[in-house]
């Protein structure tokens, strides 16, 4: 329950946020004019992705696609191409696929409520709050690391910010002290946590509005926090890529719909780290005995994703231009493009591009 004290301290806290916040904030383009579309969308791109990275791909996007109705109504290639580079492609997708709810179910108005939100596919706790906040005013924290970074050291809270319990505190203190404003309160929490209560030793304390409440600066302790917990290892799954060329044309694979880069072109691959000869008995072996013209060793690349690395060897393979390659192409389910049809039309993520930009 609040106390009178609480409620002062807390009205204080906010408003030394919010003035830091009306002079020193960050001028981004969402934050011009921040419908629930313009916040979703920033908030889908910013996951995992830099704020320098998005701002080109959320003007583009926006130019193509400037409503809510318009993405909604798009067909799969233009908005996969509006993503192309950004990576965690699962994430435009169910940002289309909730777009679409929203069309259909609530006649194509963004729910306000967190609780609604939270049921669209794609949405977390982190992006209903912001999209909540920001676009519709409702009291609603935005917990995400960068938030859990600034609460731990505020507070002196030695939790692992991994576990439920130091989300809730986090999100109860903020919450106490969100008393007008909410989504520039959540926004001002956003810019010291990306520019100021840096992690590690980047911590510029002489510039943050936060400072007078911050015990763990107060006690020279803000290195200490948060507490570091042993983490789980990324596994390493080791790869061979294959560069295919029939002539100038280059052949692309389909992932499968499901799993990690579902629906995305890639070079084919094989798990494991082959060969020369290994590759040759592979490719042989599935078909393309008698075809193979070349075979050469590419750099290694390797690319890492949230849970795992792939160590990939590279190869170029050179295959014969005849009817019977064309048909052990498609037979491997194959599209054989050349390189205007990669540019505009197939969306290959950037696991890839060590192997694509060598030309
Ligand atoms: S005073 Fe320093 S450690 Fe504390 S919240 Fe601000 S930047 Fe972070």
């Given at each position: 329950?609040?106390?009178?004290?609480?409620?002062?301290?807390?009205?204080?806290?906010?408003e030394?946020?919010?003035?830091?916040?009306?002079?020193?904030?960050?001028?981004?383009?969402?934050?011009?004019?921040?419908?629930?579309?313009?916040?979703?969308?920033?908030?889908?791109?910013?996951?995992?992705?830099?704020?320098?990275?998005?701002?080109?791909?959320?003007?583009?996007?926006?130019?193509?696609?400037?409503?809510?109705?318009?993405?909604?109504?798009?067909?799969?290639?233009?908005?996969?191409?509006?993503?192309?580079?950004?990576?965690?492609?699962?994430?435009?997708?169910?940002?289309?696929?909730?777009?679409?709810?929203?069309?259909?179910?609530?006649?194509?108005?963004?729910?306000?409520?967190?609780?609604?939100?939270?049921?669209?596919?794609?949405?977390?706790?982190?992006?209903?709050?912001?999209?909540?906040?920001?676009?519709?005013?409702?009291r609603?924290?935005?917990?995400d690391?960068?938030?859990?970074?600034?609460?731990?050291?505020?507070?002196?809270?030695?939790?692992?910010?991994?576990?439920?319990?130091?989300?809730k505190?986090?999100?109860?203190?903020?919450?106490?002290?969100?008393?007008?404003?909410?989504?520039?309160f959540?926004?001002?929490?956003?810019?010291?946590?990306?520019?100021?209560?840096?992690?590690?030793?980047?911590?510029?304390?002489?510039?943050?509005?936060?400072?007078?409440?911050?015990?763990?600066?107060?006690?020279?302790?803000?290195?200490?926090?948060?507490?570091?917990?042993?983490?789980?290892?990324?596994?390493?799954?080791?790869?061979?890529?294959?560069?295919i060329?029939?002539?100038?044309?280059?052949?692309?694979?389909?992932?499968?719909?499901?799993?990690?880069?579902?629906?995305?072109?890639?070079?084919?691959?094989?798990?494991?780290?082959?060969?020369?000869?290994?590759?040759?008995?592979?490719?042989?072996?599935?078909?393309?005995?008698?075809?193979?013209?070349?075979?050469?060793?590419?750099?290694?690349?390797?690319h890492?994703?949230?849970?795992?690395?792939?160590?990939?060897?590279?190869?170029?393979?050179?295959?014969?231009?005849?009817?019977?390659?064309?048909?052990?192409?498609?037979?491997?389910?194959?599209?054989?493009?050349?390189?205007?049809?990669?540019?505009?039309?197939?969306?290959?993520?950037a696991?890839f591009?060590?192997?694509?930009?060598?030309?």
């Amino acid at each position: 329950m609040e106390t009178e004290n609480s409620t002062a301290a807390g009205r204080d806290f906010s408003e030394r946020l919010l003035n830091w916040y009306d002079s020193k904030r960050r001028i981004l383009p969402w934050r011009e004019d921040p419908s629930p579309y313009h916040v979703w969308l920033s908030e889908i791109m910013l996951q995992q992705t830099r704020v320098e990275t998005v701002i080109s791909y959320y003007q583009r996007f926006l130019f193509v696609l400037p409503d809510l109705e318009h993405f909604a109504a798009a067909e799969e290639h233009v908005y996969m191409k509006l993503w192309e580079g950004l990576g965690y492609y699962s994430r435009i997708r169910n940002f289309h696929k909730a777009a679409v709810q929203v069309v259909e179910e609530y006649d194509g108005k963004v729910p306000s409520d967190p609780a609604v939100l939270k049921k669209l596919p794609g949405i977390g706790p982190y992006t209903a709050a912001a999209i909540a906040s920001i676009a519709y005013g409702v009291r609603a924290v935005s917990v995400d690391g960068n938030l859990l970074r600034i609460f731990t050291r505020l507070t002196r809270c030695g939790g692992d910010i991994r576990e439920k319990e130091t989300r809730k505190a986090a999100e109860d203190y903020f919450l106490e002290r969100m008393q007008e404003r909410p989504g520039d309160f959540n926004q001002a929490l956003m810019d010291i946590g990306a520019a100021i209560c840096l992690p590690g030793k980047a911590a510029d304390c002489s510039r943050c509005p936060l400072s007078v409440y911050c015990l763990a600066h107060e006690a020279g302790e803000e290195t200490d926090y948060p507490a570091v917990f042993q983490k789980a290892a990324r596994r390493v799954v080791p790869l061979t890529v294959l560069r295919i060329r029939i002539g100038e044309k280059l052949c692309l694979n389909r992932r499968p719909d499901q799993g990690l880069l579902a629906g995305l072109y890639e070079l084919p691959n094989v798990e494991g780290n082959l060969t020369t000869e290994e590759v040759r008995a592979y490719l042989e072996h599935t078909g393309a005995a008698g075809l193979i013209e070349q075979i050469e060793p590419l750099p290694d690349g390797k690319h890492v994703f949230t849970h795992l690395e792939w160590h990939m060897k590279g190869y170029e393979i050179r295959l014969k231009d005849s009817p019977q390659t064309a048909a052990y192409a498609a037979a491997s389910g194959w599209s054989v493009v050349d390189s205007e049809a990669l540019r505009k039309d197939f969306s290959v993520p950037a696991a890839f591009s060590a192997f694509l930009a060598l030309d």
